[in-house]
């Protein structure tokens, strides 16, 4: 088993509370889902969407991440499966692609020699 | 946990109504904000760490902070709530005062507040409906549109407009008031009343749209009838129509999905404890002078839900009820269904004779059921050429395909190969009623 990360990009909530509740609830089914196969090592959090970037020698601060809405990080989890291909096809069940957001299925590296 | 069903639904009438309240009249479209701000955070949140114990806590306390937030930045830039009036000036006061408008009795009240400043008289009763849906009930533009089976843009055009004349007036509706409460009381019971029956008699082929917004008449009338000022005779004989009605929806489509005539409905579908209920409250509207027309809707129901078969119904009675009800609310539906009626009780031609005495008659030309009486009654006066015009003329203005389905069904009946028909529209007895 390897560990990989999803991080939730974009993804817009829908304007009808009726609909917004069946989104979460497809959100809930499907961590349900991934947990009762035993694929979730940490659910993970949701981000706020603001925040603040440190950056270079002089650790200047400025507000952001100033990233398009469609690519901001929403969230992440931490994820178990057998290999990268496993993971991404685990990751398709994610309700994010009704609302038009993305997936990004990033390995964790390991300490092998 | 899950939450409950319509639980978003639900809290964003109850929320929209209390921020309205806090910012003002006038500033409707903030309160929506903060509400779809809360549900995003929600969404956010619980699809991580799940429902909370309290979602509807939950989601209020999300609000009020918001409304907090709001009030902090905006004190000098807008202008709120005149009752807010100075206790938005000192932090002293301000969240106090916050706190108390989000106590729970505060919010039921300003359900009331919300439900009956949205009809005020110069606005049309179809948008009023719109408003209620839209506001209290949590709709979007889409999902009204499908409930009224209208266009997104002709939905949308007759909410901002209704949303225009709510915010330009005055001030939140005064539920203390008891004789502006009793002066708005008629026009809000119309409101939902047309509420049910959208759901109810409406055009949407979709039965679970149909139940919700039956459900949701229902769910108002219950906030109303728990006011002391709203549980008056009238508010009693409402909601036992509702039930009433209500109690009969799951026999009206049959095991095939097939709409089904009051008279051919397999009765033991019917809802009893809807039914029981609905006596209860037409009990409880027995009181007081007055008698309006959901006391005789709500009679007329009660018959038929008492009847244990379309034959052992009191027909007698219920032409009487209907004729008392013209004579209050005259209306061309309301003599139909006087003329289907007699027709159980005198025969065929009495039922055609009825019809062809209807005043107004030219309002019914686009009603598929107004032609479908006609066709049933010559149907079984045996002219069946007769009658397939009728419910050929009928199946031009069915309004879905339930109806057309069924109405096909007729005009197929009325040809000569067809064997002796089997089912019934709603205006028609299976053999003529002996008096």
């Given at each position: 088993m390897s560990e990989f990360v999803y991080?939730?990009?974009?993804?817009?909530?829908?304007?009808?509370?009726?609909?917004?509740?069946?989104?979460?609830?497809?959100?809930?089914?499907?961590?349900?889902?991934?947990?009762?196969?035993?694929?979730?090592k940490d659910?993970?959090?949701?981000?706020?969407?603001?925040?603040?970037?440190?950056?270079?020698?002089?650790?200047?601060?400025?507000?952001?991440?100033?990233?398009?809405?469609?690519?901001?990080?929403?969230?992440?989890?931490l994820i178990q499966a057998r290999d990268l291909?496993q993971a991404?096809?685990?990751?398709?069940?994610?309700?994010?692609?009704?609302?038009?957001?993305?997936?990004?299925v990033r390995p964790v590296r390991i300490m092998n020699m | 946990?899950?939450?409950?069903?319509?639980?978003?639904?639900?809290?964003?009438?109850?929320?929209?109504?209390?921020?309205?309240?806090?910012?003002?009249?006038?500033?409707?479209?903030?309160?929506?904000?903060?509400?779809?701000?809360?549900?995003?955070?929600?969404?956010?949140?619980?699809?991580?760490?799940?429902?909370?114990?309290?979602?509807?806590?939950?989601?209020?306390?999300?609000?009020?902070?918001?409304?907090?937030?709001?009030?902090?930045?905006?004190?000098?830039?807008?202008?709120?709530?005149?009752?807010?009036?100075?206790?938005?000036?000192?932090?002293?006061?301000?969240?106090?005062?916050?706190?108390?408008?989000?106590?729970?009795?505060?919010?039921?009240?300003?359900?009331?507040?919300?439900?009956?400043?949205?009809?005020?008289?110069?606005?049309?009763?179809?948008?009023?409906?719109?408003?209620?849906?839209?506001?209290?009930?949590?709709?979007?533009?889409?999902?009204?549109?499908?409930?009224?089976?209208?266009?997104?843009?002709?939905?949308?055009?007759?909410?901002?407009?209704?949303?225009?004349?709510?915010?330009?007036?005055?001030?939140?509706?005064?539920?203390?008031?008891?004789?502006?409460?009793?002066?708005?009381?008629?026009?809000?019971?119309?409101?939902?009343?047309?509420?049910?029956?959208?759901?109810?008699?409406?055009?949407?082929?979709?039965?679970?749209?149909?139940?919700?917004?039956?459900?949701?008449?229902?769910?108002?009338?219950?906030?109303?009838?728990?006011?002391?000022?709203?549980?008056?005779?009238?508010?009693?004989?409402?909601?036992?129509?509702?039930?009433?009605?209500?109690?009969?929806?799951?026999?009206?489509?049959?095991?095939?999905?097939?709409?089904?005539?009051?008279?051919?409905?397999?009765?033991?579908?019917?809802?009893?404890?809807?039914?029981?209920?609905?006596?209860?409250?037409?009990?409880?509207?027995?009181?007081?002078?007055?008698?309006?027309?959901?006391?005789?809707?709500?009679?007329?129901?009660?018959?038929?839900?008492?009847?244990?078969?379309?034959?052992?119904?009191?027909?007698?009675?219920?032409?009487?009820?209907?004729?008392?009800?013209?004579?209050?609310?005259?209306?061309?539906?309301?003599?139909?269904?006087?003329?289907?009626?007699?027709?159980?009780?005198?025969?065929?031609?009495?039922?055609?004779?009825?019809?062809?005495?209807?005043?107004?008659?030219?309002?019914?030309?686009?009603?598929?059921?107004?032609?479908?009486?006609?066709?049933?009654?010559?149907?079984?006066?045996?002219?069946?050429?007769?009658?397939?015009?009728?419910?050929?003329?009928?199946?031009?203005?069915?309004?879905?395909?339930?109806?057309?389905?069924?109405?096909?069904?007729?005009?197929?009946?009325?040809?000569?190969?067809?064997?002796?028909?089997?089912?019934?529209?709603?205006?028609?007895?299976?053999?003529?009623?002996?008096?």
């Amino acid at each position: 088993m390897s560990e990989f990360v999803y991080l939730y990009r974009g993804g817009e909530a829908e304007r009808s509370p009726e609909r917004m509740q069946q989104q979460m609830q497809r959100w809930m089914a499907w961590f349900k889902e991934l947990g009762e196969k035993g694929h979730i090592k940490d659910i993970g959090h949701p981000l706020e969407g603001g925040g603040k970037v440190v950056r270079g020698t002089k650790k200047t601060v400025t507000d952001g991440p100033f990233a398009e809405a469609k690519d901001v990080i929403g969230g992440f989890t931490l994820i178990q499966a057998r290999d990268l291909d496993q993971a991404v096809e685990l990751s398709k069940g994610c309700p994010i692609f009704e609302t038009e957001g993305a997936v990004e299925v990033r390995p964790v590296r390991i300490m092998n020699m | 946990m899950e939450p409950s069903d319509h639980l978003f639904r639900h809290e964003a009438g109850r929320m929209v109504a209390t921020l309205t309240r806090i910012f003002g009249v006038h500033n409707l479209a903030l309160a929506e904000d903060v509400v779809q701000d809360a549900f995003c955070r929600a969404l956010e949140v619980w699809k991580f760490r799940g429902v909370p114990e309290n979602p509807s806590a939950w989601l209020m306390m999300t609000a009020k902070n918001r409304a907090l937030d709001v009030l902090r930045r905006e004190r000098t830039a807008r202008t709120f709530a005149p009752e807010l009036g100075r206790l938005l000036e000192s932090e002293w006061t301000l969240a106090p005062a916050v706190e108390e408008f989000f106590s729970s009795k505060e919010i039921q009240d300003d359900q009331l507040r919300m439900m009956f400043s949205c009809c005020p008289p110069r606005l049309p009763e179809e948008a009023q409906v719109a408003l209620i849906l839209h506001i209290l009930c949590g709709f979007s533009v889409d999902e009204v549109a499908a409930a009224f089976v209208s266009t997104h843009d002709a939905i949308e055009k007759r909410i901002t407009r209704a949303k225009k004349i709510f915010a330009s007036s005055k001030r939140f509706f005064d539920i203390a008031d008891a004789q502006d409460f009793a002066a708005r009381l008629p026009a809000v019971h119309r409101a939902l009343y047309l509420l049910f029956n959208e759901g109810y008699h409406g055009a949407s082929s979709e039965s679970a749209v149909r139940v919700e917004l039956c459900q949701e008449a229902m769910r108002l009338m219950a906030l109303l009838r728990a006011h002391p000022l709203g549980s008056t005779p009238a508010s009693y004989a409402l909601s036992a129509l509702m039930s009433l009605h209500a109690a009969r929806l799951p026999g009206r489509l049959d095991s095939s999905g097939d709409l089904r005539a009051l008279l051919d409905q397999d009765r033991s579908r019917w809802d009893a404890r809807l039914v029981e209920e609905g006596e209860k409250l037409l009990e409880l509207s027995a009181s007081g002078p007055e008698l309006t027309e959901y006391h005789l809707e709500a009679s007329i129901a009660w018959v038929h839900a008492a009847a244990p078969s379309a034959e052992e119904t009191n027909w007698e009675m219920i032409v009487e009820l209907y004729d008392r009800l013209l004579a209050l609310r005259p209306s061309p539906v309301v003599a139909l269904n006087r003329a289907i009626a007699i027709a159980q009780r005198e025969g065929p031609q009495r039922g055609i004779e009825e019809i062809r005495a209807i005043a107004n008659a030219d309002r019914l030309a686009a009603y598929p059921f107004y032609h479908a009486a006609l066709g049933e009654f010559e149907f079984r006066s045996g002219r069946p050429e007769i009658a397939a015009e009728h419910f050929g003329a009928a199946l031009a203005c069915a309004r879905n395909p339930m109806e057309r389905r069924f109405l096909q069904q007729r005009v197929t009946a009325c040809s000569p190969d067809t064997p002796p028909a089997t089912a019934d529209t709603p205006a028609t007895p299976r053999r003529p009623a002996a008096r």
